[in-house]
């Protein structure tokens, strides 16, 4: 069953078209990986589908239901979370208070502090550094904050923007692993990453962009293999 579905969906900077026309569909469960170059349109199909951007035309299907028009704090307790490109997290606040800020749409005392433990145990990093504050972690620290933020909101579909950008070769690796485990518990992935060579790695299907067009699509692992991507996208 899709979570996510797609549909003809254009977007527009003024005059400027970055998205035309693309569809797609998200199986629950699944990790789907996004892959272009700088320009392609990736991260805007993101913040389209998270409510960060408004579609000129076109259909957001979530779960059977058009969320096109839905805000995105209204997205988020439907269930969507976001992993922005840059981390975006808030510095000068400590890394728990920052994960707090994450649950800001729930209520339930007790839910929120099991998803705590349930993020902590999943990043240990985070509750030793939890009153530390976030600006003063390192950039694979603070992409593990971005990411239990948003795992914080309890989260059916998690959109990631370039998880492993600017990060060390070691932190690239632990983030993509932490990515699958976070697959592994139930979360359906929608992952944008320059690195299309980790992406593939992890992905159950993807989809290649280009100037705001999906011009291939299929099983990741045989897009790994597809030649123009191998030339594209794979090239050391």
Not at 157 to 169: R, T, V, Y
Not at 196 to 224: C, F, N, P, Q, W
């Amino acid at each position: 069953m899709a979570i996510l579905e797609v549909r003809n969906l254009e977007v527009f900077y003024g005059v400027i078209q970055a998205i035309k026309g693309i569809s797609f569909d998200v199986e629950q469960g699944e990790i789907i990986a996004l892959i272009g170059a700088n320009g392609a349109g990736k991260t805007t199909t993101l913040h389209t589908i998270t409510g960060l951007i408004r579609a000129k035309s076109g259909s957001i299907f979530y779960e059977g239901k058009e969320v096109t028009r839905i805000p995105g704090d209204k997205l988020v307790q439907m269930g969507i979370a976001h992993v922005p490109e840059g981390r975006r997290i808030f510095s000068s606040m400590t890394v728990l208070q920052n994960l707090k800020m994450g649950a800001y749409t729930r209520n339930d005392k007790k839910e929120i502090a099991d998803t705590l433990e349930t993020v902590y145990q999943r990043f240990p990093r985070l509750e030793e550094r939890k009153n530390q504050v976030a600006g003063t972690l390192s950039g694979g620290e603070q992409q593990m904050l971005a990411m239990g933020r948003a795992l914080m909101s309890h989260p059916k579909l998690i959109a990631m923007d370039e998880p492993s950008m600017g990060l060390s070769p070691i932190y690239v690796n632990e983030i993509f692993d932490i990515i699958q485990k976070i697959n592994s518990d139930g979360v359906t992935v929608l992952l944008v990453e320059q690195n299309a060579k980790k992406a593939l790695s992890i992905a159950h299907r993807a989809y290649v962009l280009e100037t705001g067009k999906i011009v291939l699509s299929g099983d990741a692992g045989e897009l790994m293999n597809d030649d123009s991507v191998k030339k594209a996208y794979l090239s050391e």
